[in-house]
Every structure is written in structure tokens, then in C-alpha cells.
């Protein structure tokens, strides 16, 4: 049915088919390396912001905790005044000190206020 130059053609065409279909072309390979470094600049600058966040809600949560504490203190055993922050470690209303805030009395007031001797201290 096929004349002889009909079955070289088809041939021809075979390995032309094969060849191009071997692999991606460096132009493919560029436009795909493109977009995945617009991707991750993407990410990178959607996350930066998360930890300042985290710290934020970390010196909030340090804040209330010590906040809870003077209240505890104040409370219990009919002291009727608010402590240091020592006061509150050595009671057992604190685990430990805070790293970022100090507690300070003036008469029978009390403020946390952000330490000065830690640089940096995140909680200003």
C-alpha cells in the first residue's frame, strides 16, 4: 500500500518525534527556576513578620502571668500588700524571675515595667 518513500518519510518522522520529546529545553528549565524564586521570595517575606508577632504575644503572656502573681500574693495570707519580684519566686506565685520585666512598689502601689539592665529586651 505504501510506496517506498511513503515508509522513509514515516521513519523520518518517528525519530523526529522521538528526539523532541527527549527532554526540556533550557528555556523550560529557566521559566521554571523563575517562578519558584518569585515563590519563595513570596514566602520568605510573608513569614518574616510571624516572629515579631510570636515575641509579641510572648511579652504579653510574661506581663499577665505576672500580673496574676501580684494578685495571688497580695490574697493570700492576709498580707494585704503586693511584692517584689522575689517576693513572688520565693511565695511560690512564680516559677522563676522574668527575664524581660521587673516589678516596682511605690507605696502600696505596684508597676511591671520593662527591665533595662537586658539588651535587647523585646517587651519596650
Do not use: H
Not at 512564680?94 to 516589678?103: E, F, K
Amino acid at each position: 500500500m505504501f510506496t517506498y518513500l511513503q515508509g522513509k518519510l514515516r521513519q523520518r518522522t518517528r525519530a523526529l518525534d522521538e528526539t523532541t520529546e527527549a527532554g526540556f529545553t533550557l528555556i523550560e528549565l529557566l521559566v521554571v527556576i523563575v517562578i519558584l524564586g518569585i515563590l519563595s521570595a513570596i514566602v520568605v517575606f510573608s513569614v518574616r513578620g510571624i516572629n515579631d508577632k510570636g515575641q509579641e504575644s510572648a511579652c504579653k503572656t510574661d506581663k499577665s502571668t505576672i500580673q496574676t502573681a501580684e494578685e495571688a500574693y497580695f490574697a493570700s495570707g492576709g498580707r494585704g500588700a503586693y511584692g517584689k519580684m522575689a517576693d513572688l519566686v520565693g511565695g511560690g506565685f512564680l516559677s522563676n524571675a522574668s527575664d524581660w520585666y521587673d516589678v516596682t512598689l511605690d507605696g502600696a502601689k505596684y508597676d511591671i515595667e520593662p527591665r533595662t539592665d537586658v539588651t535587647p529586651n523585646p517587651c519596650k
